[in-house]
């Protein structure tokens, strides 16, 4: 059975089971029976497949017993976990990856488990490596053989199926031990993270929980993450488990979640920017870049006094280029906001052999690494120390982009170095200065840049990692935790929903809005301004019939301008035109002086074919707009069409002398000529129409066509019109 067949089946058994459509999960888990040919997994589906028949049995038959219900919903329990042991089996047996291979290899044995409970029972973890691994010649040698081991621990714990509770109580008290460094229990959470999400298992639910109430900053945040997702991906399972979803409850409320969720939603545009960023801003860096070089003279930014006065041609060259000046400003604000403005670049720094190594890809980043120190081993004190401190306190980039920055530093010239050690020595000074600022709040800034960097670690390792097909990319589903009964039932008040739903709004994901809003309604949450928000939502979805309900309803607090406009656009678009006209009429008693609103009245009228109508309001738009020539577009088609040819004629001629004329004006004018028996001027006129850039001979003759019914109207014969359309075509 191919993968994605086998994670297709997989995922269906779970969702028959928890539809309690256990028959058919029970056919289509034999398929995968089938497959493996494993005598312990058959003698386990037989037997649960007897009990189901026997539950049947004896509840057709109505005999009493209080243990169904419990033995029901045992079943499915057992059910889900056979199903996902089935699919791990084939998995492995397959061979489906270089990953599978080092878990195949590390559930022969728990060594390194043995090796874990050694070092946290003595006081020293230096002390206790030197006798669990061979002793140590240096420093380095004694860093190097940690960062080993605990990247043999890395696989471990994370691919672990299942944990004794034995194991699950030593990893409480590797967490809790101040013994081992920091960055490798950080590193230890994220395996214990992506098992959570990989293999469903409630002992590990109940660690994350455990961990983010009880763990430092930088575990807590780490676990948070992970325990999000992993609830999202099992989501419709915990309903089996009444004891994990007591012990989320403790949860419940907890400030990292909106941190969190709206990271989630950031991270889903990280494409959409990236492709923004190399489309849009980045070639008007390069196109600009040469000058910038000239007149900014680069290479002479920091003089030899070491003066840091700032050089004026910088704002110079800025005003000289406003775009580019608001292109950058915007990457800025994206950048404070947490947007990851940085994948599309270091994403092409990801093939160093340090990245090779998946536990990589989630190690906190940390001066004292013996990487970093040999990277930097040639660079001068100074740089060195304000580079790597620098890096370390920075809430500007995630840990895996800090290892690229880092690796990729030593091949810069001395004269960036230069540039970078000023911009590192300025932004020690801003951290300093915030971290005299208030305590509660600078804690609350650290979680939430945290989660930040680290949602932005996990999607460059699920898009970037080299063997990152071998993973359930979490980033690909849908990620919609709005619709998870988890969420709605630990996570998520009505006060949160509207923060994230105005952030998806004003991110222009309207149809998961629209779906937030529809919550809120159901909840309870009635208010013309949700009610407005989700109809627009719908609008831009082109569903505008729920556009339409939720316009009536914002309109039953106060009638406005905008709520008539927008149930008249709705009309409009499914071409009701009489009821578009009533609410365009109810926004003019409002308004009766609003250009905006007389010009979609002419238009709806001018749709409705209702064209002397029209063409009043087109002169009561003509009168406030003051002439303007746009204006003069459809009078001049209405007084054509209605025969009132000399005073089409005069804003014609208006239109074309004002050299903001188009195809359709000149085509229009052609025809007036047409209808006057000035043919060979009208063929001119088309043939100067069809010449315009952007114009081509089928656009001009499926326009012809359309006006076809008017030029017969007023008089052309039919063997005229085929006459001139034959001439066109020989000259054009």
């Not at 100074?382 to 401190?389: A, I, V």
């Not at 970037?464 to 630990?490: A, G, T, V, W």
């Amino acid at each position: 059975m191919k993968k994605n067949k086998l994670k297709e089946t997989h995922s269906e058994i779970i969702n028959l089971l928890c539809n309690k459509q256990v028959a058919e999960a029970l056919a289509a888990l034999k398929t995968m029976l089938d497959e493996a040919q494993n005598d312990n997994f058959i003698i386990q589906y037989d037997n649960y497949v007897n009990t189901y028949q026997m539950l049947l049995k004896y509840t057709i038959k109505r005999v009493e017993d209080p243990q169904r219900p419990f033995i029901y919903t045992l079943l499915i329990k057992n059910l889900l976990e056979l199903n996902d042991k089935i699919k791990e089996y084939l998995v492995e047996e397959v061979n489906m990856g270089t990953t599978l291979n080092k878990k195949t290899i590390l559930s022969k044995s728990r060594s390194v488990f043995q090796n874990l409970d050694e070092i946290v029972k003595v006081d020293s973890l230096s002390d206790d490596l030197s006798e669990i691994i061979p002793a140590f010649e240096t420093e380095k040698d004694n860093n190097q053989d940690k960062a080993d081991f605990y990247n043999e621990l890395f696989y471990m714990v994370w691919l672990s199926d299942h944990f004794t509770e034995e194991e699950a109580e030593l990893l409480k008290r590797f967490f809790k031990s101040r013994h081992s460094e920091w960055y490798f229990r950080v590193l230890i959470v994220s395996a214990l993270a992506l098992n959570a999400m990989r293999y469903f298992q409630p002992l590990k639910m109940h660690l994350l929980t455990e961990l983010i109430l009880e763990a430092e900053t930088q575990i807590a945040e780490r676990a948070f993450t992970g325990l999000m997702f992993a609830l999202y991906i099992h989501d419709r399972r915990l309903k089996y488990y009444p004891e994990t979803e007591k012990i989320i409850a403790a949860l419940k409320g907890h400030v990292f979640t909106r941190f969190f969720i709206i990271q989630v939603i950031k991270a889903q545009d990280t494409e959409k920017f990236s492709k923004k960023f190399r489309e849009e801003i980045m070639p008007d860096i390069i196109k600009h870049a040469p000058k910038i070089q000239d007149k900014l003279e680069l290479d002479d930014i920091l003089p030899d006094n070491g003066e840091d006065e700032k050089n004026p041609k910088w704002r110079q060259i800025l005003n000289e280029n406003p775009d580019l000046m608001d292109k950058l400003e915007e990457l800025s604000k994206l950048q404070m906001e947490g947007t990851d403005v940085f994948m599309s670049t270091f994403a092409m720094l990801k093939n160093f052999s340090f990245f090779k190594t998946m536990p990589h890809w989630f190690l906190p980043f940390y001066k004292e690494n013996n990487m970093v120190a040999s990277v930097l081993a040639e660079e001068d004190e100074d740089f060195r120390m304000t580079f790597l401190e620098a890096l370390e306190k920075s809430g500007h980039m995630c840990n895996s982009d800090k290892y690229s920055f880092c690796l990729n530093v030593k091949d810069l010239p001395a004269t960036q170095k230069k540039v970078m050690l000023q911009m590192f020595k300025q932004e020690l000074e801003s951290i300093n200065e915030v971290n005299e600022d208030d305590d509660l709040l600078n804690r609350s800034l650290l979680s939430k840049r945290i989660i930040t960097a680290y949602i932005q670690d996990l999607y460059r390792f699920f898009k970037l990692y080299r063997e990152k097909n071998e993973f359930d990319d979490i980033f690909s589903y849908k990620l919609d935790f709005y619709n998870k009964e988890f969420f709605q039932k630990y996570f998520a008040d009505n006060d949160l929903l509207v923060k994230v739903v105005d952030f998806y709004f004003e991110s222009s994901h309207f149809n998961e809005a629209a779906e937030i809003y529809c919550l809120l309604i159901n909840n309870g949450r009635h208010t013309q301004t949700i009610f407005e928000k989700a109809g627009f939502a719908f609008l831009q979805l082109a569903k505008y019939d729920d556009a339409i309900e939720m316009f009536k309803k914002a309109e039953l607090f106060e009638s406005t301008t905008w709520i008539n406009l927008k149930i008249a656009q709705c009309y409009t678009k499914k071409g009701n035109y009489s009821e578009a006209l009533f609410y365009l009429k109810e926004a003019e008693k409002i308004d009766p002086d609003n250009s905006k609103i007389q010009l979609q009245i002419a238009n709806t009228y001018l749709s409705m074919e209702e064209v002397d109508t029209a063409l009043s309001h087109y002169f009561k738009l003509e009168l406030l707009t003051a002439s303007n020539p746009k204006v003069m577009r459809p009078i001049s088609w209405c007084l054509f069409v209605l025969g009132r040819f000399e005073e089409a004629e005069n804003y014609f001629n208006n239109i074309i002398s004002s050299n903001q004329f188009n195809k359709y004006d000149l085509m229009n004018y052609g025809h007036l000529l047409l209808a006057t028996g000035r043919d060979e001027q009208a063929t001119t006129c088309y043939l100067k129409c069809i010449q315009l850039k952007g114009n081509s001979f089928e656009d001009f003759l499926h326009s012809f066509y359309q006006d076809k019914k008017h030029l017969l109207k007023h008089g052309v014969s039919e063997e005229t019109l085929n006459f001139i359309l034959e001439y066109i075509r020989m000259n054009k």
